[in-house]
T-cell receptor, first 109, second 115 residues
Framework: GIQVEQSPPDLILQEGANSTLRCNFSDSVNNLQWFHQNPWGQLINLFY???GTKQNGRLSATTVATERYSLLYISSSQTTDSGVYFC???????????FGGGTRVLVKP | DSGVTQTPKHLITATGQRVTLRCSPR?????VYWYQQSLDQGLQFLIQ???????AKGNILERFSAQQFPDLHSELNLSSLELGDSALYFC??????????????FGPGTRLTVL
């Protein structure tokens, strides 16, 4: 199956700092989404981004499908950004959904 | 609020028992996906239904089964429960996007504890 690797596994930030999270994948994909799992366990949609760049407030994401990676940028981080960030992929062939292992982010005040 | 509902929020049961988790997709969405999130396995896709029919299977155990009803709600049945089945169980529904893609929205999850 498709291999998905997220880096770094853990990230500690001071409030106001910027950061980049990465999702590498081993095969061509149809769909790619980024989610934030907050400390209460809720999975919140951030971006649907199989290719290209999108921005939503302080967050933006870029997927370079030909090079098989996606980046999530967090700017001016806030304590509410704490949680785990997952990328989720749907492989082009076989309809198989796979999650990355996540990046655990802690933003300190 | 994603529009996907799941009940119950919490469930505590004993080994060997059987439980049923329920999910209602967003209004208008025909697909339901089930996922398991455990500490050691991370988030795993279990099974997908589309308009009442099974569409894709992931790492779903034989002790687990699911179905989707004519009103599009879905139930995940877990039987002969083991300690290792303790996990968060999510369902998601899917919206078709212009251009051929689709985006999933997750429910709040059911936290299952097997004692």
């Amino acid at each position: 199956g498709i291999q998905v690797e997220q880096s770094p596994p853990d990230l500690i930030l001071q409030e106001g700092a910027n950061s980049t999270l990465r999702c590498n994948f081993s095969d061509s994909v149809n769909n790619l989404q980024w989610f934030h799992q907050n400390p209460w366990g809720q999975l919140i949609n951030l971006f649907y981004i199989p290719s290209g760049t999108k921005q939503n407030g302080r967050l933006s994401a870029t997927t370079v499908a030909t090079e098989r990676y996606s980046l999530l940028y967090i700017s001016s981080s806030q304590t509410t950004d704490s949680g785990v960030y997952f990328c989720m992929l749907l492989k082009a062939a076989g309809n198989k959904l796979t999650f990355g292992g996540g990046t655990r982010v802690l933003v300190k005040p | 609020d994603s529009g996907v509902t799941q009940t119950p929020k919490h469930l505590i049961t004993a080994t060997g028992q059987r439980v049923t988790l329920r999910c209602s997709p967003r209004s208008g969405d025909l697909s339901v996906y089930w996922y398991q999130q455990s500490l050691d396995q991370g988030l795993q896709f279990l099974i997908q239904y589309y308009n009442g029919e099974e569409r894709a299977k992931g790492n779903i155990l034989e002790r687990f089964s699911a179905q989707q009803f004519p009103d599009l709600h879905s139930e995940l049945n877990l039987s002969s429960l083991e300690l290792g089945d303790s996990a968060l169980y999510f369902c998601a529904s899917r919206v078709e996007l212009a251009g051929g893609g689709n985006e999933q929205f997750f429910g709040p999850g059911t936290r299952l504890t097997v004692l």
